[in-house]
């Protein structure tokens, strides 16, 4: 059974940093494409960053490109979002995915099948 469980969420404040963590289990990590997305309030949920399975190809959402890194670390099976710059509006739950196996860096949310349970990300102005 796949599980992903992300840590490093908090309440900062604008201008501050975050990095979230995303463990995961069940699968061959290694072989699989990541993706973090987010939910706000009253909003749908959104794609924040993706990467390849070998970590070579990265994808960002044009919101978050330039503030946000993705990353992977396939001997510990965990893949990271470090956040910089952040802004009120990047306020929300943040959810780890699971995607493709050797799969590409994506933001098409169909291509995850496995999902996290969300940390909350709450900036303040």
């Known amino acids: 059974q796949v599980q992903l469980v992300e840590s490093g969420g908090g309440l900062v404040q604008a201008g501050g940093s975050l990095r979230l963590s995303c463990a995961a289990t069940g699968r061959i990590f290694s072989r699989y494409a990541m993706g973090w997305f987010r939910q706000a309030p009253g909003k749908e949920r959104e794609f924040v960053a993706g990467i390849s399975w070998t970590g070579d190809n990265t994808v960002y959402a044009a919101s978050v490109k330039g503030r946000f890194t993705i990353s992977r670390d396939n001997a510990k099976n965990t893949v990271s979002l470090q956040m910089n710059s952040l802004k009120p509006e990047d306020t929300a739950v943040y959810y780890c995915?699971?995607?493709?196996?050797?799969?590409?860096?994506?933001?098409?949310?169909?291509?995850?099948?496995?999902w996290g349970q969300g940390t909350q990300v709450t900036v303040s102005s």
């Open positions: 995915a699971s995607g493709a196996v050797y799969g590409l860096a994506t933001t098409r949310e169909s291509e995850y099948d496995y």
